[in-house]
């Protein structure tokens, strides 16, 4: 399957030997690193790659979208980890945001990169406590939802995109042009990672930062630092930034933290 995949190489100055490979999370697309992350990375010398997974962005869908897998989108990273292989002889570090941070999870409980991210991750536990919230919050939107089963009645407005994903600062200019570009979720997704294929953190052995959101509404501070605790680390949590941490005010912040702790690992 020819997923779409976004691709930015530094063209001069000192080309870093690993390149980074970014997961984007539900709703969301390969669109969404290459607003500020992946630009700001290549000019610090990183080769930066971004696909959507199957049925996101301009990726095709191999079945209809309610029925992807966690396991699905682990496939899909496997197979863009085999072309930067080939092309760098080099095994990628992964960057995971929201369900993208839970797929690395999964993908590195078979594959050792050099190094991952886990950036506003759903959590080690999973995500009831977040679909508890939202649907205490939105019962109209859990019972719409669940006869049209699709999740994106959840997301597709500007108000609760910026209610789950920004802080008040981000243009409501911004804020409109994301979420016209936010796309359904998978129902089977949804499942797993509630309960049916939850992380398994002493199967992982790549070395990981764990960074959060300390306004996230999505994924609080205390999961974050949960998920930190199970893999015997310690979270970073960047103060005043909200759940898209790649898209929001402070996303520099939250970019010099990843390169910071790649810099210390001689990534």
Known sequence: MALELLT????????????????HGAWHGAWCWDEYWMPYLVQRGYACYAPSLRGHGKSPATKPMRLNSVNDYVSD?????????REHKQHPVLIGHSLGGFVVQKYLEKRQPP??????????????????????KHPILALKALFTLRLDPYVKSPKLAREHFFSPDVP???????????NDESWRTAFD????????????????????????????????????????????????TAHDMMLDTNWQV????????LA????
Request: charged share 20%.
């Open 115 to 136: 190094a991952a991210v886990l950036v506003a991750s759903i959590p080690t536990f999973g995500a009831l406590p977040f679909f508890t919230r939202l649907n205490l």
């Open 264 to 267: 210390q690992r001689g990534l």
């Open 172 to 182: 409501q200019a911004d804020v409109d042009r994301y979420a016209a570009l936010l």
């Open 193 to 240: 990672v509630l309960i049916l294929n939850l992380p398994r953190p002493k199967r992982v052995k790549t070395p990981l930062l764990v960074i959060g959101g300390e306004n996230d509404k999505v994924f609080h501070v205390w999961e974050v630092q949960r998920t930190a605790r199970s893999y015997n680390t310690t979270a970073v949590i960047v103060p005043d």
């Open 77 to 85: 990273v496997e197979s863009v980890v085999e072309r930067i292989e």
């Open 254 to 261: 939250a970019a010099d933290h990843v390169l910071a702790w």
């Open 8 to 23: 930015r190489k530094p063209q001069t100055g000192a080309i870093k030997p690993t390149p980074l490979l970014f997961i």
